[in-house]
Structures are given as C-alpha cells and as structure tokens.
C-alpha cells in the first residue's frame, strides 16, 4: 500500500467513536484503522510491566507490522497525540501525523488526590470500587462539559460513552495512564526536534482541559516546519465539532507525504 494511504486514528475509546466521524469521509478512498489505547476499549493491557507511552508506541507499531500497514498517517487526539512518538522512535515507519487537541508537555493541569488515588496499588481499588457506582456518573458529566464546551454536549453521545468511562476496570487504567505520563514527557519532549514528516496541529482556543499554548503552540515552536491551526470558540473535543478541519489537514498531510516519497 503507497504510503500515506493509510490513516491510523489513536484514543481513548470515547475518541475513537468520535474519530468515526473523520473515518466515514475516508471509507471510499482510503483505508483507514482506529486503535483503542491498552486497557481501554476492547484492547488489553500488557501483562508484564507499565503501559507507557513508549511501550504503547511499540504496541501499536507492532500491531502495524502484523496488519502489513506501512507508512501510515498517525492521526491522534488528546492523550492519543502522544503516540506520535511513533514518528520519533519509528521515523522511517510513518508517513505524516496529524494531532488534534494534543497533551505533549508535562502538566499538573486536572491532577488532584482524587484522580490519581485509584491508581495507588490496593488503596486504589478500594477506593474505586467505593467511589465510582456513588460519583462516577457526575464526574464523567462534568468533565465532558468541560471538554465541549463551549459547545454543548450530545445527549446521545453521552449515553453513548457513560458505562465505558464509568467502568470500575477503566478508571483505574485511566488514572495508572496519568500517573505515568508526565516521566514519559519529560522523557521525550526534548525529541520532539527530531520528527522530520509532515505534521499539522489542530487546537482550540477555548479548550479547558489542555491549554492550547502550553501544548500546541509550543510544540509548533519546537517544529517550525508543522502547520499550527488555532480555531476560535473551539473546545478540547476538536474531532467531534470540528471535523472538517481535521479532514482538511489529514489531506494536507497526505499531499506532501506524497511529495516525499
């Protein structure tokens, strides 16, 4: 398959029901895959050792060798953003990366006591099995305003995504997920210089969960050769209001993938 004729989306699960939305514009042309991170979605957790962001960048590459997907274009969302690191560790392996509403930088944005708990070993499963069923559905609520605003959120949508996230199993990997992420940017970051394909970054103005400029403008910063799209009135979940933006720079990274090979 010619490179960038492939266009792999990565998230969590609720993304990856959002990234349908992108997909369905590309069924006739293209081919495309959307993976769920380990431990969420249908996927497995590794067996031995931590999920972090460089194993799970191994996973998917692994995954990609065995479905004989070459070159694809890695399109990611939030903490599936950070999968690009597939185009550090793997660079003649990736065709171009499109990132919408990327966390790529060490943050202590949105952790606190209680979401890191449920990823304490033992401690944390008591208080998941306690916590979750009482305030589980509220907190999933909120932070879902918080992630469309200042559009509203879907009703369908939300129902759509409540039992999944609400999942006393997923809490916990959501949390262990977190916890390991800042050790892993603070890891990679300094490398970021050295992805060479094309890559677009999409962001929202008024995102409340990752700040635009600590993330997407900075990481424009230390790629002066990306395409840094900031849309106005714009929240986190970019794939899901703004989705012929991200068609747009998919197929502007498809054009000048092809002009690279």
């Known amino acids: 398959m010619r490179a960038g004729r492939w266009f792999l989306f990565t998230a969590i699960p609720v993304q990856v029901r959002i990234g349908r939305v992108c997909l369905v514009r ?20 590794p067996k031995h050792g931590d999920a972090t962001v460089e194993v799970q960048a ?30 550090i560790n793997y660079p003649k392996e990736v065709a171009g990366v499109v990132l919408e509403a990327p966390a790529v930088y060490e943050s202590q944005d949105g952790v606190s006591f209680l979401t890191s708990l449920p990823a304490v070993p ?37 129902r759509s995504v ?12 959501y949390s262990v997920d977190d916890a ?16 060479s394909v ?11 969960i990752v700040s635009e400029k600590e993330n997407a403008e900075r990481l424009h910063q230390a790629l002066p050769k990306s395409h840094l799209i900031v849309l106005p009135k714009t929240g986190h979940q970019v794939p899901f209001t703004r989705s012929q933006a991200v068609v747009d720079e998919i197929e502007r990274v498809q054009r000048l993938s092809r002009v690279r090979t």
């Open 26 to 45: 590309f069924a006739a042309h293209y081919k495309a895959i959307a993976f769920d991170r380990p431990g969420h979605g249908l996927s497995q957790r």
């Open 180 to 195: 390991l992420l800042n050790d892993c940017l603070r890891k990679f970051s300094p490398r970021y210089s050295e992805i």
């Open 58 to 87: 191994r996973l998917l590459h692994d995954a990609l060798k065995q479905l004989h997907v070459e070159r694809p274009i890695v399109v990611g969302h939030s903490w599936g953003g950070r999968w690009r690191l597939s185009a």
């Open 198 to 208: 094309p890559v677009s970054i999409l962001a929202g103005d008024s995102d409340l």
């Open 122 to 158: 033992i401690t944390g499963d008591a208080a998941i099995s306690m916590l979750t069923p009482l305030f589980g559905a509220s907190v999933v609520r909120s932070e879902l305003k918080k992630a469309f605003s200042p559009d509203p959120v879907p009703k369908k949508y939300l």
């Open 162 to 173: 409540l039992p999944e996230w609400t999942s006393q199993k997923k809490v916990k990997w």
